[in-house]
């Protein structure tokens, strides 16, 4: 059940200000930039973990240790495009996704070393470009799921425990937040399951930390296909109200679906949510050889038309999109009115799979 909240909300910070005067534009994708570096195993490896007993090459977020020079320079070609925001390079940095490259005591030092390349970044351009330039710390889904079986045949069995999930964004969360960023991002959530524990380390750090400590929290969901549910099984509604508990200081939806077939469910989500709206999609569906095919042309009118309909405060890319994906939708938006916040009655909120509002 989520009824009234009950988390303390963030104090008033540069970044409201920003998402009030104006849209705000996020970076694109990091994955995709990285591919155009032809990065090879030593790479990845670099001096550090030269003797590792395990392949590296696609770990990206090790980069931000072994080639953070890559990293950096990414991040500043988004800023450069016109981004007010960047990510770190922090997606599967928890010790449950880096087990798959035997890295898991390295979460620290990940999460710390990403900060640093998106932070010297958005330093030095905002005083490039005389604009304030923000970092978000970016939290993924994980590779296993707290919903579902990964076993046909064993419907009640799950590959990790609530604790262990708890306690993988703890850790990573903390990292995050000594490195300094200006936001949390919980985001491309399939699982609600999953992020409702990424929320529930956050607000427990908070706490913990006091609430000078407490930065922005955005949450972003992904809608798997055109049923307009998660991988879980919920709505788009089911979903917010299923975290609206955390008092989010955004939610939105990103990745999986393109930005066009993502529309009926951004504006569903701008009609009942109360916060702002954020939306980054990918370049499109991917092709058959896994690319995507959207210009930023493509991305640019989708996202413009977001903004023109007033259904988002940010807007960005995911996979496949490039600095001039976020150069173009960043012309897009330029004087378009952001997003208001939708006024409600008070109501019970409730979710499973599908939402009930109880006046």
Known sequence: MNGSSIATPPPASPLAALFAQRIAVLDGAMGSMIQTYKLREADFRGERFKAHPHDLQGNNDLLSLTRPDVIEKIHGDYFAAGADMVET????????????????????????????????????????????????????????????????????????????????????????????????????????????????????????????????????????????????????AAFFNSVRHANPFSVGINCALGGAAMRPYVEELASIANCYVTCYPNAGLPNAFGGYDESPADMAKVLGEFASSGFVNLVGGCCGSTPAHIAAIAEAVRGKKPHVIPSAEPAMQLSGLEPLRVA
């Open 89 to 236: 390079n922090t997606f599967n940095s928890t010790s449950i996704s880096q087990a798959d490259y035997k890295l898991e005591p390295l979460v620290r030092d990940l999460n710390l070393a990403a900060v640093g390349c998106a932070r010297r970044a958005a330093d030095a351009a905002t005083k490039k470009f005389g604009r304030r330039c923000f970092v978000a710390g970016a939290i993924g889904p994980l590779n296993r799921t707290l919903s579902m079986s990964p076993d046909v045949n064993r419907p009640d069995y799950r590959a990790v425990t609530w604790e262990q999930v708890v306690t993988a964004y703890t850790e990573q969360i903390n990292a995050l937040l000594d490195g300094g960023v200006d936001a949390l991002l919980v985001e491309t959530i399939f699982d609600t399951l999953n992020a409702k524990a990424a929320l529930f380390a956050i607000e427990t750090i908070f706490d913990a930390r006091g609430d000078a400590a407490r930065v922005p929290v955005m949450i972003s969901v992904t809608i798997t296909d055109a049923s307009g549910r998660t991988l879980s099984g919920q709505t788009v």
